[in-house]
Every structure is written in structure tokens, then in C-alpha cells.
Nanobody, 115 residues
Framework: QVDLVESGGGSVQPGGSLRLSCAAS????????MAWFRQAPGKQRELVAS???????SYADSVMGRFTISRDGAKKMVYLQMDSLKPEDTGIYFC?????????WGQGTQVTVSS
């Protein structure tokens, strides 16, 4: 059983910043890919950013240049730094760990961007 716990969500005004954290119960380098997804009300869950075991980064076009994914293997943590937030970034943000055909999800953390 792999546990992922997200934290760092909250409410922020447009243009503000938040840093999300994902704490894993085991070595994050055991996984092929660590990623952040989000789900807005009434919409499908979408991939926001990912980092693979080799350190390759990938971002959705909508967050490119504003969000940064990073990791700390010693702490078993994955982060998502979100800058220049927009109202359309509002949603529940989930951490996912993937190894081969298996995926593990956290419970999510709410991010609300509103004036």
C-alpha cells in the first residue's frame, strides 16, 4: 500500500502563489513518474505537471512558465510551486505515483483562486 498525502492548498487572489506538497510513504524513486493532476468542478481530471525517475519534467500548456514541479528524494516529497495563479487554476489538486501499470493517488487538496 502506497500512501500519498497532499497539503498546501488554500485560497489566494489572482496573481498570487501557492506551494503544494505531496508526502509519499515510500521512496519516490521507486516510481516511474510522480505527477500532479487537478480537477475543476464539472470537469475531468487533467494532468498538470510530471517528473519521471530520470528527472524529465513535463507541463500542461496552460501552466507552462507559471508552475514548477520538483522533488526531494531524501524527504520522499514532491512539490508544485504555483505562481501567477489565475481563477481557472481553481480545483482539487491530486498527487499521483505511477509504477508500470499501477497508479496511486492522494486524497487531494483544494486550491481556490478568486478575488
Amino acid at each position: 500500500q502506497v500512501d500519498l498525502v497532499e497539503s498546501g492548498g488554500g485560497s489566494v487572489q489572482p496573481g498570487g502563489s501557492l506551494r503544494l506538497s505531496c508526502a509519499a510513504s515510500e521512496n519516490i524513486f521507486n516510481f516511474n513518474v510522480m505527477a500532479w493532476f487537478r480537477q475543476a468542478p464539472g470537469k475531468q481530471r487533467e494532468l498538470v505537471a510530471s517528473i519521471n525517475v530520470g528527472g524529465r519534467l513535463s507541463y500542461a500548456d496552460s501552466v507552462m512558465g507559471r508552475f514548477t514541479i520538483s522533488r526531494d528524494g531524501a524527504k520522499k516529497m514532491v512539490y508544485l510551486q504555483m505562481d501567477s495563479l489565475k481563477p481557472e487554476d481553481t480545483g482539487i489538486y491530486f498527487c499521483r505515483a505511477q509504477i508500470l501499470s499501477s497508479s496511486y493517488w492522494g486524497q487531494g487538496t483544494q486550491v481556490t483562486v478568486s478575488s
